[in-house]
């Protein structure tokens, strides 16, 4: 960077040290670890009296720190900062903005902190967990409401401190006390779902003696490493060392797959987070509250016997709909006692943006599962369709009823919902499913934002990618990876033979 910086603390080596090697709670212990993943470090801040503060303009250190670590081939990187307060204002902030334009511009999966709550007002920090989670100033901080990156929220790893007058405020597994939430600012009508994911950030003590939490207990604390070799590890708290343990697990899904572009390896990391259970925080709601789930790249790394794994990376033109066929095999939809089938669609698309616009991001995008339709019904009945206003002013326009449930089943969340995201998880039902059932087909479909006519012709084409997850779990010996290879090799084989 161009300025002259002071001493640095450690937050930027125990950012590194999770970014390098994941989870550092069994090499603490004395366990090997993998080897690290390579790291390259921008720094933005200096120490100033015990705290990271950024020195001179933030916008512009952050933007050459992003431009030099593109220069060095970085495809990941990890912003481990936020502002102190909810971004609640109408427009995004300008470091958010740079963020989302940098993204797409280098082709970087950027990773961000959801922020840290640090104050809530006259709420109780253990009597009323979780419910100043919900409350507006608890929302997510720029610059992680930027609309292309991840965005990592806090979970508590630990609840039961070695210091037994010391009592954890989160229940393992639940949202870090001082995580921040979402949903945040939307495109048109709806809401973002931000955080997507979360990780081990650490949590919170409390001793009846004190007024304020214990935010540094190193039973409850994430480990890493410290830059010295006495003491080596360290333990702290923060959405700072979440969003690296997410990068970890990115670079995990990199490695396997070295020609992906940033969609894919957002959507891929998606799919990799094992569903949050239901219920599991009272009065919170998972899908805009507190993300997908813990992001586990070995669950998706390779397909397994009764998992299949699907990949897409491509374009499609704006304003209109691609239709993908699916190889789902005959016996996936087999009704067998005992059978705990799961379809899993994560879609991810990079749109441009501008702040001035009442739309910042430059269209939306959604899909629809549909089975037991031909190509050529699925085609008529998803072409563009006549409004209500046309179809009042004149009943004779053809127009064709969205399928029922047996031809598009259910997904879950709806196909609505969290519509401003440009990263999108949805489970399908299988309740209905039958033996008999066939031609699947995923209708991916971008809608054109209210920009001028001069800007989108900027912008004639939307990259995206799609990852999906078939699984059996209570079916071991289903080959479903090869099943589906068979499905491929046969249509494949049919079309050449046209």
Excluded: C
Excluded at 84 to 93: K, M
Aim: aromatic residues 6%; proline residues 8%.
């Amino acid at each position: 960077m161009d300025s002259g910086f002071g001493s640095s603390t450690p937050h930027g080596t125990q950012v590194a040290s999770i970014a390098a090697y994941g989870s550092l709670d069994r090499a603490s212990q004395g366990e090997q670890v993998s080897a690290p993943f390579p790291i390259l470090s921008a720094r933005v801040s200096e120490n100033r009296s015990g705290q990271s503060v950024i020195v001179g303009n933030v916008v512009a250190q952050v933007e050459q720190a992003l431009q030099w670590l593109h220069s060095e081939g970085a495809r990941i990187a990890v912003v481990a900062f936020a502002y102190d307060n909810a971004d609640d204002d109408p427009l995004p902030t300008e470091l958010t903005v740079t963020l989302d334009r940098l993204a797409r511009e280098y082709r970087m999966v950027l990773v961000v902190s959801a922020g840290n709550v640090r104050e809530i007002g006259t709420q109780h920090w253990r009597d009323d967990y979780p419910h100043y989670l919900k409350s507006p100033s608890a929302r997510i901080a720029a610059p992680g409401t930027a609309a292309l990156a991840i965005t990592v929220g806090a979970v508590a790893a630990r609840d039961a401190p070695y210091d037994t007058t010391l009592v954890g405020i989160a229940p393992r597994g639940h949202p870090s006390p001082f995580t921040r939430t979402g949903p945040t600012r939307g495109n048109r009508d709806g809401k973002t779902q931000k955080p997507e994911l979360v990780a081990p950030g650490g949590n919170f003590g409390w001793k009846p003696s004190l007024s304020v939490p214990v935010s540094n207990d190193p039973s409850l604390g994430v480990i890493t490493l410290t830059g010295r070799n006495t003491p080596m590890f360290a333990a702290t708290t923060g959405t700072s060392f979440a969003a690296p343990f997410v990068a970890h697990e990115v670079a995990k899904i990199a490695t396997r797959y070295p020609d992906a572009g940033p969609n894919l390896l957002r959507a891929i990391t998606a799919l990799s987070a094992p569903p949050l259970e239901a219920g599991r925080v009272p009065n919170l709601e998972p899908s805009t509250q507190f993300a997908y789930g813990i992001p586990n790249a070995d669950r998706v790394l390779e397909s397994g016997q009764n998992r299949a794994i699907l990949v897409f990376e491509g374009l499609m033109d704006i304003g209109t709909r691609v239709i993908h066929e699916l190889p789902i095999p005959r016996e996936f939809a087999q009704l067998v006692s005992g059978a705990e089938r799961r379809v899993r669609i994560v879609l991810s698309f990079d749109p441009p943006v501008k702040r001035s616009r009442r739309n910042y991001v430059a269209g939306r995008m959604k899909f629809d599962f549909v089975r037991n339709m031909t190509l050529t019904e699925v085609k008529r009945t998803w072409e563009q369709q006549p409004t209500v206003a046309e179809r009042e002013g004149n009943p004779e326009l053809p127009y064709d009823e969205m399928p029922n449930e047996n031809k598009r089943p259910r997904t879950i969340p709806g196909v609505n919902t969290l519509s401003s995201n440009t990263l999108i998880r949805r489970d399908i039902s299988t309740n209905t499913w039958r033996e008999d059932d066939e031609h699947y087909f995923l209708v991916v479909s971008h809608d054109k934002s209210p920009w001028t006519a001069s800007q989108l012709q900027e912008h004639p084409q939307q990259s995206y990618a799609l990852a999906i997850e078939l699984v059996d779990e209570g079916r071991p010996e289903l080959d479903l990876h090869g099943l589906a290879q068979a499905r491929l090799t046969s249509r494949t084989r049919q079309r050449a033979t046209r």
